[in-house]
């Protein structure tokens, strides 16, 4: 694991030149009344580092002539590891997670101006440490104000994160096995949840049955608050109560993916609970899986991100205006964002350690491209609320339709000739969603 860190921390080098960069840990997480919640640490901090503890700081001076990666951490104290768990130290940051040097937190003050008076520019993402935010800013004027004397030290700041995020993106061989680990357990716990599903279950039992084989495999838990809406609750878009009880007829959509070692599957399905599709229900479901297959097959290296996401409109578009929900002319129906009401979402997003993963998406009027090993998710949907109203001068919305929402999400990597959908251990064919 040395290697694989190492590797990432001298490709940011590359990148920073002359200059340094500062990444902190994620604050330590809420201790209310003596329970210790879990911890997370920041993806940033984590994907230069391996290091998991609160409390840190992480340094990168390539042109320093010793120290080109530093480590500001905890110390040793054995009565406090005695409550909330081991900690690496000064020798452990030093021989486990290969900083070139340690120093104790408390002394960032003092060793940090040795590593920035020769450095420029200072790349730095101000977070929620506003402590820490004001201790570089201070740094920052310090030396900014002695520069005449000098000659050298930060004239510019700049957003560590942005750096990182083109590297982010483009996923290592090691980091592919993590997201396919991830996407393994989440596939065995959504077919399970696909044959757990029957009226008069309630909607939390699925989503412990699915969260229990999450960690039962060894994961972290849940990539993000598990969905699992039955009949109308699939018409809100991040519906997590998960309280309602099932029944014949209803459809039941599931959002659900685990992480593994920080890195995140994110899932969908929709399917009927009784097991089979109304009518209304299996064109909706039909019109959002042609949607999804036509911005998969878009999915290509040098292909805009864009792309995807303009071609399962003009499907979805055209499918509702072919069922008389939307009236008038397909591309100014298009133009005038119609189809928002039925449609109001993004096609996908990136995937990795966070589960909405960095990277810019455009970048003024031009559109990110995809590269080989990018990974994106893929995840059209109509949703036709109970209470849907038309826009003025479309048509009125028939009740047949009220109360279906379909949404269809798999994870795509972007491959040196076209793509791999990671996901499609879930079947999502009309005849594999009915039982």
């Given at each position: ?315 979805i578009t055209q499918g509702l205006l072919d069922l008389g929900i939307l ?109």
């Open positions: 694991m040395h290697t694989e860190y190492a590797q990432r921390r001298q490709r940011l080098m590359a990148k920073i030149g002359s200059g340094v960069a500062i990444f902190c840990s994620a604050p330590p997480a809420v201790n209310h009344a003596d329970v210790e919640y879990n911890y997370r640490q920041d993806s940033d901090f984590y994907y230069l580092t391996g290091f998991t503890e609160p409390d840190a700081v992480a340094v990168f001076v390539p042109n320093h002539e010793e120290h080109k990666f530093i480590l500001f951490v905890r110390p040793r104290n054995p009565e406090a590891e005695v409550w909330t768990g081991y900690r690496a130290g000064l020798e452990g940051a030093k021989e486990k997670y290969g900083a070139d040097i340690a120093y104790d937190i408390s002394e960032l003050d003092q060793k940090l101006p040795q590593y920035l008076e020769k450095s420029d520019p200072l790349y730095y993402t101000f977070g929620r440490d506003q402590e820490l935010n004001l201790k570089i800013i201070q740094h920052y004027q310090k030396l900014l104000f002695s520069y005449p004397k000098r000659g050298t030290g930060p004239t510019a700041i700049a957003n560590a994160s942005l750096l990182l995020a083109s590297l982010r993106q483009i996923k290592s061989v090691y980091e592919l096995e993590k997201v396919r680990k991830a996407i393994e357990i989440s596939v065995e716990a959504h077919n399970q949840a696909f044959h757990s599903s029957r009226p008069l279950v309630f909607e939390y039992e699925i989503q412990a049955e699915m969260e229990h084989h999450f960690r039962k495999s060894g994961a972290m838990g849940v990539a993000y608050p598990s969905i699992v809406a039955s009949g109308i609750n699939s018409c809100i878009l991040h519906y997590v109560d998960n309280n309602a009880q099932m029944h014949d007829g209803d459809l039941l959509l599931i959002d659900a993916g685990c992480c593994y070692d920080y890195y995140n599957a994110d899932i969908t399905r929709t399917f009927p609970v009784g097991g089979k599709f109304t009518t209304e229900q299996k064109i909706i479901y039909e019109l959002v899986l042609e949607a999804q297959l036509a911005a998969i097959a878009e999915v290509k290296p040098n292909h805009p991100y864009n792309h995807s996401y303009d071609v399962a409109v003009k499907v009236a008038g002319e397909l591309d100014k129906l298009i133009e005038e964002k119609k189809y928002r009401p039925f449609f109001m979402h993004g096609i996908g997003h990136w995937l990795g350690l966070d589960v909405h993963d960095v990277g810019v998406y455009k970048l003024g009027e031009t559109w990110q491209n995809l590269e080989e090993n990018m990974i994106i998710t893929m995840e059209p949907g109509i949703y036709i609320a109970p209470n849907a109203k038309a826009e003025e001068g479309q048509p009125e919305i028939h009740d047949r339709w009220k109360g279906i929402g379909i949404r269809i999400e798999d994870d795509v990597l972007v491959t040196a000739t076209g793509n791999e959908v990671l996901t499609r251990g879930v079947p999502k064919s009309i005849a594999a969603m009915e039982k």
